[in-house]
């Protein structure tokens, strides 16, 4: 028998299996190619922020630091992960349409197993090693710790009521006068006359009239006499600053007497000259008034010695570092350190973004370099903290001091210095030979060599070489060491 019947596919079954492959190949196309490159432009985004977050730390730091805010303490808030926080639309509510969210580590001193330090040696002036003295007329190199003015009254001058003696003391900014200042004292006195006529006309034009019972007389007149009394000499100053008498006549050594020395520091807080007297002033000394035998002297003294071979100690530096624990993205890891923030990559090299506080100026006119260094140190009360995952943190850090190293205050005040950084970090001392070379470099600082060595990258810097005297002093160090408290919190 033949069978005409011809059988027929149901073709909503065949066209669900295909719209099915088809919902098949577009979801397995997002997830390998949409859901990284949304993760991984989330991770850029993050370290976009993180890097954001470093440099509004910075700036918060150098806040404390630069208005010598010792014991305050700011906040800042660190994002450790995506968390999510950068997955949106409708996609989101099925948790295999998302990217994994990334993390991150955040730590406080754990870079490196031995403390990175910066380590400091030069030939230099240094305050509190010695000291000595430049007499008057003179410029002023450096801050002046003292400028004394001397007033010798040798035992033979007379201390009497026409004995007067001045100089002046000036700069550009003050003006300080020292007297000796003979103290006359004036009053009227009385002179009776016993008549009984009517009392004379008096130099003011009236008598006076008296009764005196114990002489019988009727009456009688006072007679009115301008008297004078010498009541001893006295050394004192008067102050002028901007054209404006901030001290007049004031007795220093009140009563002096003959056969002493007297002398007067300008520089005393009394008198108010410390603040506004700076290196490269010229003090000058004149004698206004001058008497006999009594001399006037001035000197600057200053209170620091050469130093050939000066070493600070080593500071330790510390480091804020947040380590991010990318999925889509290349791993990258910031810190902060000596006032920079660095960026550390996986591929092993490390910049900066923000370079840190050691910078260098040259002076073509004066042929002065100047090396400015603030060694901002981080500290944590436990040596170091470790915080991970994807919430934020939040970090308060506390100014707990900020002092100057102790390089004489001048214009010049080193011969030579030797900078180095102490790292077990390979590319940090890499990075860091590059930074200490370009900026000298960059300010066309003479006479330097750059270098590492297996633990330190340095920089020399040395003074001009002349064949008799050696290098001179013609570098400035003006440095400084803050110290930071760092403690890390949970947000979240």
């Not at 979801?27 to 490159?37: E, F, K, N, Q, T």
């Not at 990175?116 to 030939?123: A, C, D, G, Q, Y």
């Not at 400015?372 to 934020?392: C, D, F, H, R």
């Not at 890499?430 to 633990?455: D, H």
Request: aromatic letters at 10%.
């Amino acid at each position: 028998m033949i069978d005409n019947h011809t059988e027929v596919a149901l073709s909503e079954v065949i066209g669900f299996v295909l719209i099915l492959a088809l919902i098949t190949t577009a979801l397995s196309l997002y997830l390998v190619y949409g859901v990284p490159a949304q993760g991984r432009e989330n991770e850029i985004i993050h370290m976009g922020v993180v890097k954001d977050q470093f440099v509004e730390y910075k700036v918060g730091l150098d806040s404390l630091f630069t208005n010598n805010l010792v014991g305050t303490t700011t906040s800042n808030t660190f994002s450790l992960g995506t968390g999510g926080g950068y997955t949106q639309g409708a996609n989101s509510i099925i948790p295999i349409m998302s990217p994994v969210s990334s993390g991150g580590i955040f730590m406080i001193n754990r870079r490196t197993t031995l403390p990175e330090t910066l380590s400091i040696t030069s030939n230099s002036y240094i305050t509190g090693t010695g000291s000595f003295s430049v007499p008057l007329p003179a410029q002023a190199n450096f801050t002046p710790n003292h400028v004394y003015v001397n007033i010798s009254i040798p035992s033979s001058t007379t201390i009497n009521s026409t004995g007067n003696y001045g100089l002046t003391v000036n700069t550009s900014k003050w003006i300080a006068t020292v007297n000796l200042t003979p103290k006359i004292t004036y009053y009227t006195d009385y002179i009776p006359l016993y008549r009984t006529n009517p009392c004379p006309i008096t130099p003011n034009g009236t008598g006076i009239l008296m009764r005196l019972v114990d002489t019988g007389e009727a009456t009688g007149c006072l007679l009115p006499v301008n008297q004078s009394k010498y009541t001893g000499t006295d050394l004192t100053i008067s102050i002028t600053k901007g054209n404006i008498i901030t001290m007049q006549n004031f007795p220093v050594y009140p009563n002096v007497v003959s056969g002493r020395l007297y002398t007067i520091d300008l520089m005393d807080t009394s008198y108010g000259l410390n603040p506004v007297t700076l290196p490269g002033d010229n003090i000058g000394l004149v004698i206004d008034q001058p008497l006999g035998s009594v001399t006037g002297t001035g000197n600057i003294t200053y209170d620091f010695g050469e130093q050939p071979s000066y070493t600070n100690p080593p500071i330790s530096l510390g480091a804020i570092e947040y380590r991010a624990d990318n999925n889509y993205w290349i791993p990258q890891t910031y810190y902060y350190q000596m006032g920079g923030v660095f960026l550390t990559q996986s591929d092993g090299s490390t910049t900066y973004k923000l370079p840190p506080e050691i910078s260098f100026t040259y002076d073509q006119t004066s042929k002065i370099s100047t090396v400015n260094i603030n060694a901002l140190a981080i500290t944590n009360p436990s040596g170091g903290s470790v915080v991970g995952g994807n919430s934020p943190v939040q970090i308060k850090t506390t100014l707990m001091s900020n002092n100057a190293l102790p390089y004489a205050v001048g214009t010049a005040n080193t011969r030579s210095i030797r900078i180095g950084i102490n790292t077990e970090d390979d590319q940090a001392r890499l990075m860091w030979k590059n930074y200490l070379n370009y900026t000298a470099r960059a300010a066309n600082l003479p006479n330097t060599v750059t270098g590492n060595t297996t633990t330190e990258s340095y920089i020399i810097i040395n003074g001009t070489s002349l064949s008799e005297t050696g290098e001179t002093y013609d570098i400035n160090v003006i440095a400084k060491n803050a110290t930071y408290s760092a403690m890390v919190y949970g947000v979240g």
